[in-house]
């Protein structure tokens, strides 16, 4: 069970503005930095938001995180057919002196 | 080009041993912290344990006492010792990189392709 909730599904259509929560506790969002990562089928994590609100190198600005107490977001505009993946929340928790994943949300674009 | 590689992965048996390796290329492993990231098939990321520059280690609880992380700074290589193989132990081992040193700030970067390990019977 993680100590990181998200929703299991979220869905959207191309083009429109689809967000995904991430909800915590004191002891890790709320005193910590929270990051987002994309996982295409198949494939390899990939580190899409560090820090909150960070975009690595190559990430599109379509892509952007927001944190306010115990809970973050990951916010897609302008959604594309290549965004179907499952996206993490993670972050490091006091309580656990490690790092946390929350279980994942399935992005579908109908 | 920073590059992750991991191998050793396969099947074992119950309560079996396995070495998993990640050998590194662009950047030097002993500088870096240096994580496992499991995750087991149709579920979620689960990290497992990390180095510290320093050569500190930490392990999840669910690992505790039976894995053991290392790294051969020659080899620019880091490894998975896992010994007492159970069935919740069988998924896809990631090797992954964080860049940052700051308590709490701990995020992966580079992350390899993945090595499955399967514990079976």
């Known amino acids: 069970q993680s100590v990181l909730t998200q929703p299991p599904s979220a869905s959207g259509t191309p083009g429109q503005r689809v967000t995904i929560s991430c909800s915590g506790s004191?002891?890790?969002?709320?005193?910590?930095?929270v990051y987002w990562y994309q996982q295409l089928p198949g494939t390899a994590p990939k580190l899409l938001i560090y820090?909150?609100?960070q975009r690595p190198s190559g990430v599109p600005d379509r892509f952007s995180g927001s944190k306010s107490g115990t809970s973050a977001s990951l916010a897609i505009s302008g959604l594309r057919s290549e965004d179907e993946a499952d996206y993490y929340c993670a972050a490091w928790d006091d309580s656990l002196s490690g790092p946390e994943f929350g279980g994942g949300t399935k992005l579908t674009v109908l | 080009e920073v590059q992750l590689v991991e191998s050793g992965g396969g099947l074992v048996q119950p309560g079996g041993s396995l070495r998993l390796s990640c050998a590194a290329s662009?950047?030097?492993?002993?500088?870096?912290?240096m994580s496992w990231v499991r995750q087991a098939p149709g579920k979620g990321l689960e990290w497992v344990s990390v180095?510290?520059?320093?050569?500190?280690?930490y392990y999840a609880d669910s690992v505790k006492g039976r894995f053991t992380i290392s790294r051969d700074n020659s080899k620019n290589t880091l490894y998975l010792q896992m010994n007492s193989l159970r069935a919740e132990d069988t998924a896809v081992y990631y090797c992954a990189r964080s860049p940052s040193p700051y308590y709490g700030d701990y995020y992966f970067d580079y992350w390899g392709q993945g090595t499955l390990v399967t514990v079976s019977s």
């Open positions: 662009g950047f030097t492993v002993s500088s870096n912290y």
């Open positions: 004191s002891s890790n969002i709320g005193s910590n930095y």
């Open positions: 820090r909150n609100n």
């Open positions: 180095i510290y520059s320093g050569g500190s280690t």
